[in-house]
């Protein structure tokens, strides 16, 4: 099992590279508490272009309390990490209603912009069949 050190220095660690290995090394051990670490990097401003592979690393565990940000994730991420959100999506189980609530809102939000590029739409599609 990984250490809390490999979680501190997966958050400090500059090298986009070796940021992403280290969080799929870690992800693939299942580190407890990796996934709220994960969650900070995915929503730092400065990581917005390297995030895809952060998001691939929270699909190795629990992202039932992380539904809304996935979803947003699909809704606003670029073509690469808006896909890997929705991967990760399709691993949940089962959410609290409050997390699926902001979730649909999000949801509807998005399917209701006019000239959504088709990709976008066509995920979307998918992940209301995900709700339903």
Known sequence: ??????????????????RNALALRLAQTGTPGLDAVLVKLIQRPDLADKRARLVHALSFVDCSDHVALLVELVASGGYEVAHEALQALET??????DEVEKARGVLDR????ANLEGWREALLEELAELFD
């Open 92 to 97: 949940v189980d089962e959410a609290d209603a």
């Open 1 to 18: 099992m990984a250490s809390s050190d490999d979680l501190r220095q997966l958050e400090t660690i500059t090298d986009a590279e070796q």
């Open 110 to 113: 998005a399917r209701s912009v």
